[in-house]
């Protein structure tokens, strides 16, 4: 197991290597395997570059937030200018159905609602819009309504974890509600959790996710 100071040099490191993050704009405190990241970054996507970055180091438990985006003068747009360059994002992904998303502005933040079949619609969502210039943050609030009818959910999932991980799918237990589906247990990182998640937002009919799994320490 790793130290509190070995685990925020790991941090850093990792932080240091990846070319979408200016480190100087990012504070580490690690406490019992859980980082805490403070600072001003330059863009929303800088920030969640930094918060993915933290959680691809090995012994990480979790991952607090204090930071907030500030944006250099040159970077600040108007929200009309923001909303109108995110509605044309929406409307160029392929992976966003025409017409089922919205989205709203307010002082850079964007707020995202509408509905769609599936997870990765709303994932490609945020995606969208996140990495626009001027944008300070996004609130997903959009609804996955699946068209097709739940059945044998949690079996599909199950398979899809034996598929892409099969030492981490003895470990997790699976508990389905109609179309609502809970995740416990442990795995050893949190690329395997994300992966893990990932797995049950793919089968057919999941119209949410509860994800209680746990990183080891």
């Keep these: 197991m790793k ?5 925020r040099n790991d941090v850093l490191s990792e932080l240091a ?3 979408a993050v200016n480190v100087t704009d990012v504070g580490v405190i690690v406490k019992d395997g859980v980082v805490t990241l403070t600072g001003h970054p330059s863009s929303h996507a800088e920030k969640c570059a930094i918060e993915h970055a933290a959680q691809r180091v ?9 930071m907030t985006v500030r944006l250099p003068a040159d970077f600040k747009r108007t929200d009309a200018d923001i909303a ?3 509605e044309r994002a929406l409307e160029w992904s392929v992976l966003v159905p025409e017409g089922k998303v919205k989205v709203m502005v307010e002082q850079g933040f964007a707020t995202l609602t509408g509905k769609v079949e599936w997870e990765y619609q709303r994932r490609a969502s945020e995606v969208a819009v996140r990495d626009l210039l001027g944008v300070t943050g996004v609130a ?3 609804i996955v309504k699946p068209s097709v009818t739940p059945t044998d959910i949690a079996l599909k999932i199950q398979n899809a974890l034996e598929r892409q991980a ?9 508990t389905v509600d109609g179309a609502h589906v809970t995740l416990r247990g442990t795995v050893h990182s949190w690329a395997e959790r994300n992966a ?3 797995a049950a937002w793919s ?10 799994l746990l990183v080891e320490a």
């Design 84 to 86: 109108l360059a995110a």
């Design 3 to 7: 130290s509190d100071v070995q685990l």
């Design 196 to 198: 893990a998640q990932g």
């Design 166 to 174: 099969d030492r981490e799918a003895r470990r997790i237990e699976i």
């Design 17 to 19: 290597w990846d070319p």
């Design 203 to 212: 089968a057919p009919g999941v119209a949410n996710v509860v994800n209680n």
């Design 58 to 66: 090995a012994g990480v438990r979790a991952v607090a937030v204090e």
């Design 140 to 142: 997903n609030h959009i």
